[in-house]
T-cell receptor, first 114, second 114 residues
Framework: KQEVTQIPAALSVPEGENLVLNCSFTDSAIYNLQWFRQDPGKGLTSLLLIQSSQREQTSGRLNASLDKSSGRSTLYIAASQPGDSATYLCALPAGGTSYGKLTFGQGTILTVHP | DAEITQSPRHKITETGRQVTLACHQTWNHNNMFWYRQDLGHGLRLIHYSYGVQDTNKGEVSDGYSVSRSNTEDLPLTLESAASSQTSVYFC?????????????FGPGTRLTVL
């Protein structure tokens, strides 16, 4: 059974810092990994989908990397802003598929203070 | 724009009542999912469907049912609501088999069972 762990559980940084969120998984036979953002009381917003054939995926100030062999993904946020404050979740399709139900990590709660 | 909607957004009901939560997507996606989110448990899969007339149980399916009569809708029914089913419910969809299956989430339904 795939297990997904996110470290740290919470992170507080001053505005402008570059930061890294970590996601590790136990089964490296994956096709892709997805990063989400969730604001308090809101739904999940997809940030990036990174395929197993890719090593990196970028969207604006966000950069996600994936290392299947070591069972790790990182989400890099450049020049953080207070508007980046949210919970960040990583998730992987279960059962060795590319399209199936997702297994989620517990999330990293990010606070960026002015 | 294509989207995924859920209704109602908030619901209060009594123990023992039958409740149906609606999920509608306009992307013409084959895959649809229902998750619940609880403090301390994260996001857990309830039921999912890979196409019309296809339904499957997730890890916390007891007391819930779904049916898929068309591509756009996957209603979730609580047969006899229990206090343990107080939660936030999220519906999601993704295109189907193959790579690049980014999953998109609805805004959620907050259900309280008294």
């Amino acid at each position: 059974k795939q297990e997904v762990t996110q470290i740290p559980a919470a992170l507080s940084v001053p505005e402008g810092e570059n930061l890294v969120l970590n996601c590790s998984f136990t089964d490296s036979a994956i096709y892709n990994l997805q990063w989400f953002r969730q604001d308090p009381g809101k739904g999940l917003t997809s940030l990036l989908l990174i395929q197993s054939s890719q090593r990196e995926q970028t969207s604006g100030r966000l950069n996600a990397s994936l290392d299947k062999s070591s069972g790790r993904s990182t989400l890099y946020i450049a020049a953080s802003q207070p508007g980046d404050s949210a919970t960040y979740l990583c998730a992987l399709p279960a059962g060795g598929t590319s399209y199936g139900k997702l297994t989620f990590g517990q999330g990293t709660i990010l606070t960026v203070h002015p | 724009d294509a989207e995924i909607t859920q209704s109602p957004r908030h619901k209060i009901t009594e123990t023992g009542r039958q409740v149906t939560l609606a999920c509608h997507q306009t992307w013409n996606h084959n895959n649809m999912f229902w998750y619940r989110q609880d403090l301390g448990h994260g996001l857990r899969l309830i039921h999912y469907s890979y196409g019309v007339q296809d339904t499957n149980k997730g890890e916390v399916s007891d007391g819930y049912s779904v049916s898929r009569s068309n591509t756009e809708d996957l209603p979730l029914t609580l047969e006899s609501a229990a206090s343990s089913q107080t939660s936030v419910y999220f519906c999601a969809s993704s295109p189907g088999r193959g790579t690049g299956n980014e999953q998109f989430f609805g805004p959620g339904t907050r259900l309280t069972v008294l």
